[in-house]
């Protein structure tokens, strides 16, 4: 008799756990980051920003993204609210926006902790916490210095530098056949991750007298997206093919 007592009162307290937790419902996957991000805009600007992305959502039924997703919104530590249901990328699967400090009710890019809310199809919701620092801090841009834009490789498999970023542990290089519009190197293909200043690209990946463009991505760390900093693009042709 104790026993069944016993049992019951766990399976009371098990109950009253799933009641109360919050639950996303169908959905079962998804993850939530913020990180500060810098880079040059077309106008020559560098631009800071906070950027936010929810990707990876989907539910039991394989449906992803507005199939399955009703709003994504984030709060800022200032208050302000950001509604992100309407900026979903069906190619690179996630909800993503960056938002610079005129977007903010504050005025100034807050520190602290951003709370992003997703709501499903059935209006289960899950709340998730990402927390930046107090002062908000950026990577330097890097600096791509070969090739020189507008330049002509000697080779097909030129070898891509940049100057070291302080603070930058991981860099990504994306790469983009610009004759083509075709992504070589791109999320959310195959960036390339390198833990040097320099990428030697391998052979057959560039065709002859293809017009290239390609860009560093650098990040503080390698296991969480704390800092991002992003070079402008820099366009390169192929040499023509030997005769």
Not at 85 to 105: D, I, L, M, Q, V
Not at 154 to 183: F, H, K, M
Not at 197 to 208: C, K
Request: some cysteine; overall charge positive.
């Amino acid at each position: 008799m104790r026993r069944t007592k016993c049992f019951f009162a766990i399976l009371a307290l098990v109950s009253a756990f799933l009641l109360t937790a919050n639950s996303w419902g169908e959905v079962y996957r998804a993850t939530f980051d913020t990180w500060t991000d810098a880079y040059v805009n077309a106008k020559g600007e560098t631009i800071e920003v906070v950027s936010f992305e929810f990707r990876s959502l989907a539910d039991t039924k394989g449906l992803r993204g507005p199939d399955s997703i009703r709003s994504v919104k984030v709060k800022a530590p200032d208050g302000t609210i950001f509604d992100l249901t309407g900026s979903w990328s069906e190619w690179r699967n996630h909800y993503f926006a960056r938002f610079s400090a005129s977007a903010f009710t504050s005025l100034t890019l807050p520190g602290g902790r951003y709370q992003g809310t997703v709501v499903d199809k059935s209006g289960n919701k899950l709340i998730a916490n990402k927390t930046l620092p107090t002062t908000l801090t950026f990577l330097p841009i890097p600096v791509i210095t070969d090739p020189l834009p507008g330049a002509t490789v000697s080779s097909l498999t030129p070898t891509i530098s940049w100057d070291a970023v302080d603070g930058a542990q991981l860099y990504c290089l994306e790469l983009v056949n610009a004759s083509a519009g075709e992504p070589v190197y791109y999320y959310p293909h195959n960036r390339i991750h390198v833990y040097r200043n320099s990428f030697t690209i391998p052979l057959n990946v560039l065709f002859p007298n293809t017009n290239y463009s390609v860009r560093i991505e650098a990040r503080n760390s390698d296991k969480s997206m704390t800092m991002r900093s992003r070079s402008p693009w820099i366009n390169f042709t192929t040499p023509a093919a030997a005769p």
